[in-house]
T-cell receptor
Framework: GAVVSQHPSRVICKSGTSVKIECRSLDFQATTMFWYRQFPKQSLMLMATSNEGSKATYEQGVEKDKFLINHASLTLSTLTVTSAHPEDSSFYIC????????FGEGSWLTVV | GEDVEQSLFLSVREGDSSVINCTYTDSSSTYLYWYKQEPGAGLQLLTYIFSNMDMKQDQRLTVLLNKKDKHLSLRIADTQTGDSAIYFCAEIETGGGNKLTFGTGTQLKVEL
C-alpha cells in the first residue's frame, strides 16, 4: 500500500526556537495532506489541511502564525512550530489519501 | 461538529474475542475506519467500511455497521497479547474532503 513518512520521529527543542516536521508521500502524489495533534492519552485533533500550492486551512483555535504549514510539492508538506513553548509538546501526525487514508509514523515533539 | 464516541477501556483474556464499539453522529458519513495505535507509535490502518455495507470481514477482524443506530463495531477473534493497543474509530466528515474525525479511542488490554 501507499506509504506516508514523517521526519523526524522524535525531536527535542528549546523554548523559543522553531522546529520543522516533514511529511512525505513516498509513492504517490498528494495535493492535500492533513496535520493532526495528539496529546497523551487523548484522541487526535485535526490542526489544519495542507493544500499543495496554496495556503493551508486551519481549524478553529489553531494559530496559523505559530504552526506554519508549507506544501510546496505534491509529495511534501512541512509543519513548523515557531517560538516553541513547552505546551506545544505533543505527538504530531500527518495523513494523505491515495486509495484510502494513510498516516505517517508521527513525530514526538518535546519542548524544554 | 461531528462527535464520535468510544468506551475508554476493554480487557479480555487471550484467545477470547474482543468487541470494540463506536457511535457517531454524522448520518451521512461515507467511510468509517478503524486504526490501531501501539504505545509511542503512529496509526496503523486496520480496516474500513463503506457506509452502504453492513459487514466486512478481514481475517480475524469483523466490522459491523448499523447505519440506523449510527453504531460501528470491531470484533477481533482469538485476541492475542500483540493486539493490546489503543483502537480508534474515525469517520470522514461530510463535505470535508478527506478529513477524519476520530473517536476517543479504546484501550484494549489482553491478559494471559
Amino acid at each position: 500500500g501507499a506509504v506516508v513518512s514523517q521526519h523526524p520521529s522524535r525531536v527535542i527543542c528549546k523554548s523559543g526556537t522553531s522546529v520543522k516536521i516533514e511529511c512525505r508521500s513516498l509513492d504517490f502524489q498528494a495535493t492535500t495532506m492533513f496535520w493532526y495533534r495528539q496529546f497523551p492519552k487523548q484522541s487526535l485533533m485535526l490542526m489544519a489541511t495542507s493544500n499543495e500550492g496554496s495556503k493551508a486551512t486551519y481549524e478553529q483555535g489553531v494559530e496559523k502564525d505559530k504552526f506554519l504549514i508549507n506544501h510546496a510539492s505534491l509529495t511534501l508538506s512541512t509543519l513548523t512550530v515557531t517560538s516553541a513553548h513547552p505546551e506545544d509538546s505533543s505527538f504530531y501526525i500527518c495523513s494523505a489519501k491515495e486509495d484510502t487514508i494513510y498516516f505517517g509514523e508521527g513525530s514526538w515533539l518535546t519542548v524544554v | 461538529g461531528e462527535d464520535v464516541e468510544q468506551s475508554l477501556f476493554l480487557s479480555v483474556r487471550e484467545g477470547d474475542s474482543s468487541v470494540i464499539n463506536c457511535t457517531y453522529t454524522d448520518s451521512s458519513s461515507t467511510y468509517l475506519y478503524w486504526y490501531k495505535q501501539e504505545p509511542g507509535a503512529g496509526l496503523q490502518l486496520l480496516t474500513y467500511i463503506f457506509s452502504n455495507m453492513d459487514m466486512k470481514q478481514d481475517q480475524r477482524l469483523t466490522v459491523l455497521l448499523n447505519k440506523k443506530d449510527k453504531h460501528l463495531s470491531l470484533r477481533i477473534a482469538d485476541t492475542q497479547t500483540g493486539d493490546s493497543a489503543i483502537y480508534f474509530c474515525a469517520e470522514i466528515e461530510t463535505g470535508g474532503g478527506n478529513k477524519l474525525t476520530f473517536g476517543t479511542g479504546t484501550q484494549l488490554k489482553v491478559e494471559l
